[in-house]
């Protein structure tokens, strides 16, 4: 009955190597998120879809394209990896925020751990 | 740029003892939100505050919120080795609905020592 699953939790590849992290939400969100930590813990958004439909691209590299099948599920896929691109990418979902309502809440996943080499 | 920075950005202390988290923001918020993460796991909502609210309670956890000084405070009272853990502080920037986000902080080291 896991809430917000990522796959996979570990992931190591060479420079240069395209790569997916796959997510799935089962708690009936219409909006889920891709976020970057780095090793400094610090937590930055990247991506944000509700209903499929793209909402926020925070500057990401375009090597970096999200994928949103259906409103359970978040794709990330990484073309030409770089030492960089090291880090924990945590996915999350959430009801559209709104003033009040029941969006102010996120559901992270487990993170999958990324090491380019 | 950040929204949020936690202080300290280290606390060890005893079992038994209460833990003080600060977190001051730059902008006007609608509310702020504590997370809590694991060594190794994601992160897990704790409790929030609205910004009509200037304290809030949920178990061990209090927290307040200044609008005026633009800060907020968790307290975790008679802490355990089990809160051993990071804790930030998230507030949400843009306008409410899709194109809202939330900003985090650094981040603040608990480490509770049996």
């Known amino acids: 009955d896991t809430a917000v699953s990522q796959t996979p939790k570990y992931l190591v590849t060479q420079m240069g190597n395209d790569k997916s992290i796959k997510c799935e939400q089962n708690l009936g969100h219409d909006t889920m998120y891709w976020y970057k930590q780095d090793s400094k813990k610090f937590l930055k958004i990247m991506f944000s879809?509700?209903?499929?439909?793209?909402?926020i691209n925070e500057t990401v590299p375009n090597r970096f394209s999200p994928k949103s099948p259906d409103k359970a599920h978040l794709n990330l896929h990484i073309n030409s990896l770089e030492l960089g691109d090291s880090a924990v990418y945590f996915c999350a979902s959430s009801h559209i925020l709104t003033s009040g309502g029941r969006g102010d809440t996120q559901y992270f996943g487990p993170g999958t751990r990324l090491t380019v080499l | 740029s950040q929204q949020g920075e936690e202080d300290p950005q280290a606390l060890s202390i005893q079992e038994g003892e209460n833990a003080t988290m600060n977190c001051s923001y730059k902008?006007?918020?609608?509310?702020l939100q504590w997370y809590r993460q694991n060594s190794g796991r994601g992160l897990v909502h704790l409790i929030l505050?609205?910004?009509?609210?200037r304290e809030k309670h949920s178990g061990r956890l209090r927290v307040t919120l200044d609008t005026s000084k633009k800060s907020s405070s968790l307290l975790i009272t008679a802490s355990r080795a089990a809160d051993t853990a990071s804790y930030f502080c998230a507030t949400p920037i843009g306008n409410t609905g899709a194109n809202s986000k939330l900003t985090f902080g650094k981040g603040i080291t608990l480490s509770v020592r049996p």
């Open positions: 879809y509700n209903n499929k439909e793209l909402i």
């Open positions: 902008t006007s918020i609608n509310n």
């Open positions: 505050i609205r910004s009509n609210e």
